[in-house]
């Protein structure tokens, strides 16, 4: 079992940044072994995958937040990360992190770990 818990949201203004956090913990010895991923859900919407890194540290992001939003890795602190720069009020969304064994999936119910979402507001 993987533990995630993401830190890092917030209300900022539009074109503000903010860097999200996802720490893994408990059976987290093999976190380097897992695909890593970014979902979000506004409300009323459903929860969609931004973005992802596999374990070769290759990010892949959806169009929207393409030239925006950076993930990146630090498996030597089981820690994912998410940049996020020229935010914009559609990027208003519970962020959550999620992880899954091996390769990296597009759909949420490909992931078996995840954490318990922070908040993103922007405003304009």
């Known amino acids: 079992q993987v533990h995630l818990v993401e830190s890092g949201g917030g209300s900022v203004q539009a074109g503000g940044s903010l860097r999200l956090s996802c720490v893994a913990s408990?059976?987290?010895?093999?976190?380097?072994?897992?695909?890593a991923a970014w979902f979000r859900q506004a409300p009323g919407r459903e929860r969609v995958r931004i973005g992802d890194i596999g374990t070769n540290h290759v990010p892949r992001y959806v169009d929207s937040v393409k030239g925006r939003f950076t993930i990146s890795r630090d498996n030597a602190k089981n820690t994912l990360y998410l940049q996020m720069n020229s935010l914009q009020p559609e990027d208003t969304a519970m962020y959550y992190c999620a992880a899954r064994p091996g390769a990296c999936m597009l759909g949420t119910s490909d992931y078996n770990y995840w954490g318990q979402g922070t908040q993103v507001t922007v405003s304009s």
């Open positions: 408990g059976n987290s010895d093999n976190y380097s072994r897992h695909c």
